[in-house]
């Protein structure tokens, strides 16, 4: 979630259990550059990006050239724009979720990340007992 108001939406559905939150950590200049090369396939839905997760078959041109951009990926200003409201405003989520962060450095390559993603979810949660405050009679 990128708000509170996500955030809390999230939480109260009943079919969803946050047990824990990935922030992936990565720098403001690559996050852009990654932002800017993202694409999509409106046939299949699929995911790629130019640089760092590229078709399959690069030289397909009919599948290069049918991949489209998400509205306002194509403009950095409007990247640099969500992005600053993004910084404003991870230190809310995060307080949100106080205790269920896991932090994932997102500066490596796209397998490493994955890997990284991996462990994380697939690793047991702690949960720590805490007891009730006793009551004074």
Known sequence: ???????????KKSTIRIDRVILIQVKYGLCVER?????????????YNLKFNQPPIPDDAEL?????????DDDQQNI??????????????????????????????????????MRELMSPIVIQKIDAPKQQL
Not at 1 to 10: N, S
């Open 80 to 117: 640099k724009v969500r992005l600053n409201y993004f910084h404003r405003n991870i230190g809310n989520i995060l307080n949100y979720f106080k205790g269920r962060i896991f932090v994932v450095d997102g500066f490596n390559g796209v397998s490493d990340v994955a890997k990284a993603l």
């Open 64 to 72: 290069v050239n049918r991949l489209i951009r998400r509205d306002g």
């Open 1 to 11: 979630p990128r708000t509170i108001q996500q955030a809390d939406a999230l939480c």
């Open 35 to 47: 932002i800017l090369n993202r694409r999509i396939d409106p046939i299949t839905g699929n995911s």
